[in-house]
Nanobody, 125 residues
Framework: QVQLVESGGGLVQAGGSLRLSCAASGRTFSSYAMGWFRQAPGKEREAVAAITWNGGSSNYADSVKGRFTISRDNTKNTVYLQMNRLKPEDTALYYC??????????????????WGQGTQVTVSS
């Protein structure tokens, strides 16, 4: 069973930036697509960004396009989420997830089978 550990969350003012990291255990990280999700209090979990096994393709939620960038370093078993121009509505618990295969169906829950514990991002106005 893979372990996913997120880090990099925190409190930031609106307009600021954060970079989240998700470190995965195991030797097969490069075989799987990875994604970032978030859940705000009282709201459902939503897909934020996803990236294929080799980083060749990525997708974003409309609400973060142009502001967030997902990337991965397969030599470090780590996926990143660079978040720029943060807004108060970006406040949420952010999770990373591993897909069942090297690709994904963005936003489809069945795509993802392993989850981290999350890192809190709070954006003040």
């Amino acid at each position: 069973q893979v372990q996913l550990v997120e880090s990099g969350g925190g409190l930031v003012q609106a307009g600021g930036s954060l970079r989240l990291s998700c470190a995965a255990s195991g030797r097969t990280f490069s075989s799987y697509a990875m994604g970032w999700f978030r859940q705000a209090p009282g709201k459902e979990r939503e897909a934020v960004a996803a990236i294929t096994w080799n980083g060749g393709s990525s997708n974003y939620a409309d609400s973060v396009k142009g502001r967030f960038t997902i990337s991965r370093d397969n030599t470090k078993n780590t996926v990143y989420l660079q978040m720029n121009r943060l807004k108060p509505e970006d406040t949420a618990l952010y999770y990373c997830a591993r897909a069942r295969t090297g690709s994904y169906s963005f936003g489809a829950p069945a795509t993802w089978d392993s989850w981290g514990q999350g890192t809190q991002v709070t954006v003040s106005s």
